[in-house]
Structures are given as structure tokens and as C-alpha cells.
């Protein structure tokens, strides 16, 4: 299910109500339409199951569900990074903080389809990662699970 994060202003009564970057994300990108259902969260441990109700400019919908979510990462990283040639750093740093975008992840129909062909299927838990820096991350995890990370 697509997954949004939301400002406590932008849910009210039972109501959500995206913000200009999130409405042209779910009407132009994902190109989801009246009835379509979508996670949003409101970044304080709380996730609400939204019925869509208009797509477009100023896209609205009404809470079906609400849920405990998954709280932050109690983890205190600090990254230490020696400085690489060019304008590199910008982009170090951005993939290595801001992890958390609504990209959406497969359908069932793809998961099923990677199952049918023998594919393992699995799931990062409830971090979302950014779709650029999921797969160097679930390579560093599987080459550090499995001793090839020195």
C-alpha cells in the first residue's frame, strides 16, 4: 500500500487532506484515482488507512482505519565520511539521512509474480527507504549477514 506522512494539521475529523507536493505525487506519479486506499502516517506513532476521495490539485480522503505505527529508529548514528572528490558529499550525505519517502513498494501482484518465479521475497521492516538507496542498503546488510563485509 502506498505510504504518505502527514502534518497533524492535515488530519481533522476523520479527514485528510494532502498538501500540493503529496496531491501531484498521488494524481500525477502514482496516478491513483477516487476510491484507491493509501497509508498515511503522522509521524508521532500513528498510521490511518485513507479511502481517497478526490485526486488532483488539492487531493482529500477519509480515515477508514487507524493504527499504532512503527516509532523511530531508537538508533543514534553519526557518520563519519572522508571528504570524496567533487560534488559527491551532497549526495553521501542525503542517502545517508533521509531514508524515508513515500515510493510506494511492489503491488501484490508483483510480489506474487517474483514469488511464481522463485524469487525470494522480503521486506526491509518498517523503514521505508528511499528507492535510490534500497538496494546499496540491503546489499551492505546481506554482504555484512553473510561475512563479506570484512
Avoid: C, N, W, Y
Avoid at 475529523?13 to 502516517?41: K, Y
Amino acid at each position: 500500500m502506498r505510504r504518505f506522512t502527514l502534518q497533524p494539521e492535515r488530519l481533522a475529523g476523520g479527514r485528510v487532506s494532502f498538501d500540493a507536493g503529496e496531491s501531484r505525487h498521488l494524481s500525477r506519479v502514482l496516478r491513483l484515482r477516487p476510491g484507491d486506499t493509501v497509508l498515511a502516517t503522522d509521524g508521532a506513532g500513528r498510521d490511518f488507512t485513507v479511502r481517497l476521495e478526490s485526486v488532483g490539485e488539492a487531493a482529500t480522503g477519509t480515515v477508514l482505519a487507524e493504527a499504532a505505527g512503527f516509532p523511530a529508529s531508537p538508533l543514534a548514528i553519526t557518520l563519519i565520511q572522508g571528504v570524496p572528490k567533487g560534488d559527491k558529499m551532497e549526495t553521501i550525505v542525503r542517502s545517508a539521512s533521509v531514508v524515508v519517502g513515500p515510493e510506494g513498494g511492489l503491488a501484490r501482484a508483483e510480489v506474487d509474480a517474483a514469488r511464481a518465479h522463485g524469487l525470494i521475497v522480503t521486506s526491509l521492516g518498517p523503514r521505508i527507504l528511499r528507492t535510490e538507496t534500497a538496494g546499496p542498503a540491503i546489499v551492505a546488510v546481506l554482504q555484512s549477514r553473510f561475512g563479506d563485509l570484512g
